[in-house]
């Protein structure tokens, strides 16, 4: 019996170890209000991709990518929770967007002017449509 117990004990603490690991080092999205905070008009592009983790993608390929989630989801993949900044605040003139990135939780566009440095940048929050285990517990603690 006592074996059993040890044997038990072992299990559990392997578990917790290998959860424990796999939720402090699965890696976390850059594109957030914090990352969208940091960014600021004036900056050039290559600042931009320094806050948020690399290059970002075209306005075609957003929408191609968008697309193809959602073909291969059977269902738009992320649910909007109506949070959206945008600076300055649009007046309907002067473009889109022209570089984007996505993350899990939320999407960052800049519009970049004639110097290529942002006029204007943009963030809108969401979360997965079918979080993970390890989405759903940082969700639940707030990370």
Known sequence: MKRKLKWLVL???????GL???????PRDKITVDSYKMMRLGMTEKEVEVIVGGPGISREEYLNRMTTLEVN???FPFVYDGS???E????????????????ERGLIAIQNDDESQV????????HPADPNLIDRLRDWLGW
């Open 73 to 75: 989801l059977g269902k």
């Open 119 to 126: 006029s204007r940048k943009y963030f809108q929050r969401w």
């Open 88 to 103: 300055p605040e649009w007046d309907g003139k002067g473009g889109t967007f022209t570089v984007y990135w996505l993350g």
């Open 11 to 17: 299990v559990l603490v392997i578990l917790v170890v």
């Open 84 to 86: 959206v900044l945008v």
């Open 20 to 26: 424990g690991t796999a939720f402090f080092l699965w």
